[in-house]
């Protein structure tokens, strides 16, 4: 029986180092995405087979301010209920360009979906906070990547408290990304 091909997909733009690292072309329509909106993510993952067949719609560009307080607009897209922040780009029309391609070479691939605990982008009281990760660990192939050790979760996450230095707490930036991408590295090279 052969190995099955998965597309790596995750609530921010992470995804690009991991294709990177592995030398792999863009298969995932999301690369370079954000989801803002923890629960969105979650129904997101859950009924990815019917938001995958779902025809792209925009809003007005957003505006954002990046690293040295550069301002510019970037689209936000919309399959069926599900809000899709693209920061990376700068027009709608680019990005819908990218998005066919990718999708065309996405068909035949089974998605595997990684969730970065700090990566939860709103608050949530920790029954909430738990409910969501538990619900996103029934989904098939999913990985939740966690900054703390929780033991239900242990054969559903990944923790590296070496990768972690110790005590310190990434922040996110170059240091976090190299760490998850190296954390959903180790995990595909088990698949």
């Given at each position: 029986?052969?190995?099955?091909?998965f597309s790596y997909i995750t609530?921010?733009?992470?995804?690009?180092?991991?294709?990177?690292?592995?030398?792999?072309?863009?298969?995932?329509?999301?690369?370079?995405?954000?989801?803002?909106?923890?629960?969105?993510?979650?129904?997101?993952?859950?009924?990815?087979?019917?938001?995958?067949?779902?025809?792209?719609?925009?809003?007005?560009?957003?505006?954002?301010?990046?690293?040295?307080?550069?301002?510019?607009?970037?689209?936000?897209?919309?399959?069926?209920?599900?809000?899709?922040?693209?920061?990376?780009?700068?027009?709608?029309?680019?990005?819908?360009?990218?998005?066919?391609?990718?999708?065309?070479?996405?068909?035949?691939?089974?998605?595997?979906?990684?969730?970065?605990?700090?990566?939860?982008?709103?608050?949530?009281?920790?029954?909430?906070?738990?409910?969501?990760?538990?619900?996103?660990?029934?989904?098939?192939?999913?990985?939740?990547?966690?900054?703390?050790?929780?033991?239900?979760?242990?054969?559903?996450?990944?923790?590296?408290?070496?990768?972690?230095?110790?005590?310190?707490?990434?922040?996110?930036?170059?240091?976090?990304?190299?760490?998850?991408?190296?954390?959903?590295?180790?995990?595909?090279?088990?698949?």
């Open positions: 029986m052969s190995k099955p091909n609530n921010n733009c992470i995804t690009v180092f991991v294709y990177k690292r592995l030398k792999k072309p863009y298969d995932n329509p999301f690369v370079g995405s954000l989801f803002q909106n923890d629960e969105q993510f979650l129904k997101f993952c859950r009924q990815y087979n019917y938001y995958i067949k779902q025809i792209p719609r925009f809003s007005k560009p957003l505006q954002a301010t990046f690293k040295h307080h550069r301002i510019r607009n970037y689209p936000v897209m919309f399959l069926d209920d599900i809000e899709i922040h693209w920061i990376h780009e700068k027009s709608p029309t680019k990005l819908i360009d990218k998005y066919k391609r990718r999708l065309i070479r996405n068909k035949g691939l089974l998605p595997f979906f990684f969730w970065s605990d700090s990566q939860l982008y709103q608050f949530h009281p920790p029954e909430e906070r738990e409910r969501i990760i538990a619900s996103f660990l029934e989904i098939p192939h999913s990985v939740y990547f966690r900054m703390e050790e929780i033991p239900k979760w242990k054969r559903l996450s990944m923790h590296n408290r070496e990768d972690l230095g110790g005590i310190q707490r990434l922040r996110w930036g170059r240091n976090y990304q190299k760490f998850v991408a190296n954390l959903m590295l180790k995990k595909i090279s088990v698949l």
